[in-house]
């Protein structure tokens, strides 16, 4: 039997995760979605500070199929780390903030590219009023960027994106698709982020 800390599940705050839930267990340290935040070094931190959300329980999974190196780095200190970054408000309630900026890292061609280094190549174009990139399945590099992109009018043409990149960026941070999408079509969370793990989502329902 599982309840909420406090208050009900109906009381849930629009926008937020929640509150943690309690479940009854003979080791008080497991406790059902026990999701605290730490920082770099693994502290917990206070109400208000942003921090990478780390969960642990009985529900929890033990580790990746024959990956012992993920396993042990996802699961550091006992604590399953989810990649996700978060805060807790003063009243419990835990609000999402996107992806920890390794886990939005593009590894192609055993090379590391930094989504934000193509974004700001592409926002020096006072035409483009939103850019996100993402990462795209490759057979052959593994990770490819792909870029999502709104334009204040029709002027813009993917050859002159094309060569945006090419004068700026090396050949592996080059995208290799560009998405034109309206500035409102890009999805957010309630602080205005662009959330990429949707425009993940969106690309691979799209090339499904």
């Known amino acids: ?34 999701d605290p935040l730490g920082d770099d070094h693994g502290r917990l ?13 009985p529900t929890v999974f033990k580790g990746y199929w024959n990956n012992e190196a993920d396993t042990a780095f996802t699961f550091r200190n006992g604590w399953h780390h989810t990649g996700d970054m978060g805060y807790f408000d003063t009243d419990g309630y835990l609000w999402y903030a996107g992806r920890a900026p390794e886990k939005e890292l593009i ?19 006072k035409r483009i ?15 490819v960027p792909v870029a999502f992109i ?7 043409s993917e050859a002159e994106l094309v060569e945006i990149c090419r004068r700026d960026l090396a050949g592996y941070k080059r995208p290799r ?12 969370s309630t602080s205005g982020k662009v959330q990429r793990h949707e425009l993940e989502a969106r690309l691979a329902k799209s090339s499904s």
Request: proline content about 5%; some cysteine.
């Open 107 to 125: 590894k192609t061609g055993g090379e590391n590219v930094y989504p934000a280094e193509i974004e700001r190549v592409l926002l020096a174009d």
């Open 177 to 188: 698709q560009f998405r034109f999408i309206g500035f409102a079509d890009f999805p957010r």
């Open 150 to 156: 709104a334009c204040r009018d029709d002027s813009v």
């Open 1 to 34: 039997m599982m309840n909420r800390t406090r208050k009900s599940a109906a009381s849930v705050i629009g926008g937020t995760i929640g509150r943690q839930f309690i479940g009854t267990h003979s080791d008080s340290d497991h406790r059902f979605g026990d």
């Open 45 to 57: 931190l206070p109400p208000g500070e942003r921090g990478e959300i780390v969960v642990r329980g």
């Open 129 to 143: 009023t939103e850019a996100a990139v993402v990462r795209a399945p490759d057979a052959k590099w593994g990770e």
